[in-house]
């Protein structure tokens, strides 16, 4: 009479298992720190920088190198430790500064995930670029492009 029974409880144990997980929280972080930069043309078209050197002031740790690259757009680390980080484009035309002020703010994911770094309010403190015209003041994953630079 016992082995009877045995399996629905294993059944019911299992869909009470299933069931459980449901609770558990998805910790899915769309917070990034990476600025999305696109180089265009005098008539809004993709054009190539080639770049000889790339640096970051105030974001040196953990900051890619870029030497010898050729590219049409960048995604550029912001230091969530400070309010500006500033870039440094060494190219074969000259040398070309960016500097971008910002705001960190801290944002709960869920209380069991805990906090993450949202970037806020991004601005230009300096730039010798021509023309730049910022498209989305808030850095996030999904944004597919942060700033425009016309070349």
């Not at 994911?109 to 906090?115: D, F, K, R, V, Y």
Request: proline share 3%; aromatic share 8%.
């Amino acid at each position: 009479m016992r082995k009877k029974y045995w399996h629905k409880w294993v059944l019911i144990i299992g869909i009470g298992l299933v069931l459980s997980c449901g609770d558990i929280p998805t910790c899915v972080d769309t917070e990034t720190n990476r600025v999305k930069i696109d180089f265009l043309d005098a008539n809004g078209n993709a054009a190539d920088i080639f770049l000889i050197k790339l640096k970051a002031i105030g974001n040196e740790d953990g900051f890619p190198e870029y030497d010898d690259d050729t590219l049409s757009s960048i995604s550029l680390s912001l230091n969530p430790a400070a309010s500006v980080t500033t870039f440094i484009f060494e190219q074969t035309t000259g040398t070309d500064t960016l500097g971008l002020s910002y705001a960190v703010v801290a944002k709960l994911i869920s209380p069991e995930c805990g906090l993450d770094a949202a970037f806020d309010n991004m601005d230009t403190t300096f730039t010798s670029f021509n023309k730049l015209i910022i498209l989305e003041s808030t850095i996030h994953e999904d944004i597919l492009t942060n700033i425009e630079i016309i070349l």
